[in-house]
């Protein structure tokens, strides 16, 4: 049986493996991202009176503005990418007033149509990394045309150290790979190309638009072509089914 190799960040990826191999799948934690909060203060001041939305296009980015809730509720609304995101919000108990698919572009386009018009701040928190992202600078441009952009680092998205000997751990072997954000296909590929070494992939699944352009867009030649699955909950139901 090939086995899944889980790039989410350690904390994440464990409950995932453990729900495969309940399936009777083989699935190892292989993180290609590791994640750091960032301390924010929220500018209440500044917002006072002005249509405000906080929007977030990535789960750990809402986990982030969940913790924050309890400072934020009563000055602004919420816009979430869906699925996987928005259901993060709202398992916090928070209510999801905007939401879209697409990635961060198909949400971008969806608020710029609600706040048009309505001299509003957009409150987005994002990882450093996500300031370079190209979908984000275009999402960004979007927002800019129509409302004022606030682009909050929320947490840090770096590539793990252990990365690298994980890579030469599993050089040679079979396995499956699947990717849950852009930062974990670039990471994964960056020291794939420097180490000169890495598992023999068969199968690739992509969780979520943004994830799957940025496997697509950068996917070298011998390496296979990403399936799309739109959260967690389809992806885990191919999975089984493709065994």
């Not at 990826?13 to 203060?41: K, N, Y």
């Not at 969806?110 to 450093?128: C, E, P, Q, R, Y």
Request: charge should be neutral; proline fraction near 5%.
């Amino acid at each position: 049986m090939t086995p899944w190799l889980i790039t989410r960040a350690i904390e994440e990826a464990t409950p995932l493996v453990e729900r495969l191999q309940l399936l009777g799948l083989a699935a190892f934690a292989f993180p290609c991202i590791e994640r750091r909060a960032i301390a924010w203060v929220p500018d209440l001041a500044a917002w006072s009176g002005r249509e405000t939305l906080f929007m977030v296009t990535s789960p750990f980015g809402a986990r982030r503005l969940a913790e924050y809730w309890a400072q934020l509720k009563g000055h602004g609304r919420i816009a979430a990418l869906a699925p996987s995101t928005a259901a993060v919000v709202e398992r916090a108990g928070v209510v999801v007033d905007i939401s879209a698919t697409g990635g961060a572009l198909g949400l971008a386009r969806a608020v710029a149509h609600d706040v048009a018009g309505k001299g509003a701040i957009i409150v987005w928190l994002t990882s450093a990394a996500g300031l370079v992202e190209p979908e984000q600078e275009e999402a960004a441009s979007v927002l800019r045309a129509v409302a004022e952009l606030h682009r909050i680092v929320a947490y840090e998205t770096r590539s793990p150290d252990e990365l690298g000997d994980e890579l030469k751990r599993w050089h040679g072997m079979r396995a499956a790979a699947v990717f849950f954000s852009p930062s974990a296909c670039r990471n994964f590929l960056a020291a794939r190309n420097a180490s000169g070494t890495g598992p023999v992939l068969e199968r690739i699944a992509c969780v979520g638009q943004s994830t799957l352009r940025t496997w697509s867009q950068l996917r070298p030649r011998g390496l296979p072509a990403a399936v799309y699955n739109r959260d967690e909950e389809s992806f885990v139901t191919w999975a089984a089914a493709a065994r």
